[in-house]
């Protein structure tokens, strides 16, 4: 059974940072992707940044390039999310979650997903 685990996020003025670690445990394949998602009040749940099991390779939302840079430790089975220049609008709830398929462009969208962490509050205030 697979189980994720989220830790980190909590409060951040703008231009702050914040990081976000996924602790992934009961996975099987080895072909898989880990992606972090989030959700704002009242919006859908939306990509942040992916990345591959077999080979490292990371997707990124064009909202969050050049600030964000998803990383993995596979000693630790772990997916750590480190936010640079957070604003206002990076306030969420983020979720990490497993997708089966492995590397293709159904990663971008959070069906398919089949196990999700309980999610992290993030939010950058002024």
């Known amino acids: 059974q697979v189980q994720l685990v989220e830790s980190g996020g909590g409060l951040v003025q703008p231009g702050g940072s914040l990081t976000l670690s996924c602790a992934a445990s009961g996975l099987s394949s080895r072909n898989y992707a880990i992606g972090w998602f989030r959700q704002a009040p009242g919006k859908e749940r939306e990509v942040v940044a992916c990345?591959?099991?077999?080979?490292?390779?990371?997707l990124y939302a064009d909202s969050v390039k050049g600030r964000f840079t998803i990383s993995r430790d596979n000693a630790k089975n772990t997916v750590n999310l480190q936010m640079n220049f957070l604003n206002a609008e990076d306030t969420a709830v983020y979720y990490c979650?497993?997708?089966?398929?492995?590397?293709?462009?159904?990663?971008?969208?959070?069906?398919?997903?089949?196990?999700w962490g309980e999610g992290k509050k993030v939010t950058v205030y002024s």
């Open positions: 979650g497993v997708h089966p398929r492995g590397w293709g462009a159904w990663i971008k969208v959070a069906y398919g997903y089949e196990d």
């Open positions: 990345i591959y099991s077999r080979d490292g390779s990371t």
